[in-house]
């Protein structure tokens, strides 16, 4: 079935359409990708019922983006950043890919209060509660290392792609969370491909929340980080539409919907998740063969 869903476009989708997760590009959540066949795919695969929930469709969203563009293959390394204790590297381990799984220091987590809420993944096990991924591959091809997303270390090495699910709108700031997604990308290798998503202020104001736990970003931060990614070789397609379903137009209030959860007001914005896409457009050195 996955190939089938990866194969029904052969093609990125242009801005003059609705976003649509069959092929994902740079886009928001919408009402209408939840009906297409790839999401109830993908939450079957992290086994979860389906719902209309903007942070489900952040992991569907990730899985999908790196599956059309042929990530998910057994023999290729990807690292992932705050995973706290989403789904996602259990799934990545499953199809063959070795993980280097990351997360706060459990000290600063506390002080955070991701422990608390248990969104912070402190051991492997953690990564793999659900049983998605058999104990011993899962052993076999994922490690787990404290990293603080705002100072990557050196040695990280290079990964043909990386991830993060609802993680940099948490580091203090806009400009922190454009640093880390800039980079990211100098942790992959020709050819890898970067998605995270993150929280969005589809208003687009001169105001924003910036410089808090949670940061909102504007098209108008993102573009700049967009930019700047293509000046380094990442390109990026985005789609801006904001959808016209029912729930594309109905903004959630607390206490907030389990279920009818696209667009919610936080602080004095109407928010949703977006999810972003950035491709190394520089392909992988092939090896000339001698002959004779």
Same mark, same amino acid.
């Given at each position: 079935?996955?190939?089938?869903? !990866? ?5 990125? +989708? ?14 928001? +959540? ?12 993908? +939450?079957?695969?992290?086994?979860? /019922? ?8 952040? %992991? +569907?969203?990730?899985? /999908?983006?790196?599956?059309?563009? #042929? ?20 799934? %990545? ?5 070795? &993980? ?18 248990? /969104?912070? =993944? ?7 509660? @659900? ?5 011993? @591959?899962? =052993? ?18 290079? %990964?043909? *792609? &990386? ?14 969370? #454009?640093? *880390? ?10 050819? #890898?491909? =970067? ?19 949670? &940061? ?58 977006? #999810?972003? !896409? ?15």
């Amino acid at each position: 079935m996955l190939n089938s869903l !990866i194969n029904i476009f052969s093609k990125p +989708c242009t801005d003059n359409r609705e976003p649509s997760l069959t092929w994902p590009v740079s886009q928001m +959540c919408t009402q209408a990708q939840f009906a297409e066949p790839a999401y109830e795919y993908w +939450c079957e695969m992290i086994r979860e /019922q389906p719902r209309l929930h903007r942070k489900q469709w952040e %992991f +569907c969203y990730v899985l /999908q983006a790196l599956a059309t563009r #042929g990530r998910l293959a057994p023999g290729l390394n990807a690292m992932g950043f705050g995973v706290g204790s989403e789904p996602l590297t259990a799934v %990545f381990a499953e199809r063959g890919v070795k &993980v280097l799984a990351t997360d706060l220091a459990v000290g600063e987590a506390c002080a955070q209060g991701w422990v608390e809420t248990a /969104q912070h =993944a402190r051991q492997l096990a953690d990564l793999n509660q @659900r049983g998605i991924c058999r104990t011993e @591959r899962f =052993a076999e091809l994922v490690s787990f290392r404290e990293v603080d997303m705002n100072q990557l270390p050196k040695d990280l090495g290079k %990964f043909d *792609f &990386v991830w993060s699910a609802c993680a940099l709108e948490h580091l203090g700031s806009i400009r922190l969370g #454009g640093n *880390f997604i800039l980079n990211s990308l100098d942790l992959l290798r020709p050819g #890898g491909i =970067a998605v995270h998503t993150t929280e969005y202020n589809i208003e687009d104001g001169p105001s924003t929340l910036n410089d808090a736990s949670t &940061v909102l970003f504007r098209r108008q931060d993102l573009q700049p980080i967009i930019d700047e990614a293509a000046r380094r070789g990442f390109q990026t397609a985005v789609n801006w539409k904001s959808g016209v379903g029912e729930l594309d137009v109905h903004v959630d209030v607390p206490p907030y919907s389990a279920d009818r959860h696209l667009k919610l007001v936080l602080g004095d914005y109407v928010t949703t998740s977006v #999810g972003l !896409i950035f491709e190394n457009v520089e392909r992988p050195k092939r090896t000339k063969r001698i002959k004779g």
